[in-house]
């Protein structure tokens, strides 16, 4: 399976060499000397083949011989195999043991939110504040720990093997960029507290979604957006002259965040999680070209995208932090007093121009659940109760 984020053709006019670069969960960018270029697409590929693996599996649990046989039928979902009772016992326990492992469920309740950083954390969120929460609210584990330095006397960073289930990428850290790790905490109030201390909270989205073991749930939250990514021109000569018939294709570009989550289970309820968050942001780019002789004013796309792609442990119940995504946005405000700013020459003395530097980090917050029937059960009418108190208060 392909997941597109963003693709197409986006004009660049300071654009002076080629490169690539690919991987399974990847970025690729090419550039070209007259200013046009394809978008960054990101990707996730997963290539799985579940019955051949199964009827490889099974043959090499009752081994070879003429009166050994494995049949699998994908379509009608059936298993059929030949062998002797003791080896049908073992193909019978691992058929059992399979199917409650995949069909083990994980909700994942996220809150996205962006932080817009004050003036003292323009650095970046200062995570070393999360050692200074309550009793029970603990850092299990660590990425890009040691980029961050601690406030107050104890200092839960400072040595991340020392912690139990620590876990350190070196590149990250020498990056001073994205870090993730994992708490105990019932909910989420807890570090929106927090980062409230920090900067300008605001929630993005607070989706809730439920997916099977090793299978992936995607998030996306923003909108897709046409522009021009080919033009091409058609010359037809006739008997009057010669008519110019332009052909124009048009491409869909993502602006907005795109979440991908894939829950690994193991037998303790512990989960693995591959996490590959996405945020892209689009902006219209007016440029002229002359096609015959022609001018045409075309609107291109261009695209800035910030993303990340981790593996994170965490138990189930536990919150998993993801942040580092840091974006720079500039505001420009022009102000001027009625009419008087509109004078010529003197008209510069009541007119104002400013402009201010705005510096915001994304971050994810996880907190995924391992169910069974009854705890489905109790989860649903949880929200059904939730849902008749909003409508009572709507009333």
Known sequence: SETRVSSGNVSDADANNSSSSSSDSSSNDSGSNNGRLVSTRITTENDTDFWTDLQLTLETLIGEGEQRMVIVTPHAGMVVVKALPQEIDTV?????????????????????????????????????ALGRLENNKTVIAAQGASALSPLGTTNVFSEPAAMPGATVNPVENALNGFFGLTLNLNDFNAIIDMLETQGSVQVLSSPRIS???NQKALIKVGQDEFFVTEVE?????????????????????????????????????????????????VVEQERVFEINGENFNIPLAKSSIRESDSIIFAKSGQVVVIGGLIQNASNDTNAQVPWMGRLPGLGALFR??????????????????????DAMANDIAD?????????????
């Not at 996880?366 to 069974?372: E, Q, S, Y």
Request: no cysteine.
């Open 92 to 128: 019978r326990e691992y058929l059992q043991s399979a199917e409650l492992i995949m069909r083990r469920q994980v909700i994942l309740e996220a809150k996205i939110l962006e932080v817009r950083l004050s003036d003292g954390f323009q650095a970046g969120i200062n995570w070393s």
């Open 233 to 281: 021109n058609s010359v037809t000569r006739d008997v009057g002259g010669t008519v110019n018939t332009p052909s124009v294709e048009f491409t869909p570009f993502f602006s907005g965040i795109a979440l991908d989550v894939t829950p690994q289970i193991s037998g303790d309820e512990d989960i693995v999680l591959h996490v590959h968050p996405t945020v892209s942001e």
């Open 211 to 213: 997916t099977v073991n």
């Open 352 to 373: 104002q121009k400013s402009q201010t530097q705005v510096k915001s980090e994304l971050v994810i917050l996880l907190k995924p659940k391992v169910i069974n029937a």
């Open 383 to 395: 929200s059904s109760l939730r849902m008749q108190r909003m409508r009572a208060l709507l009333k």
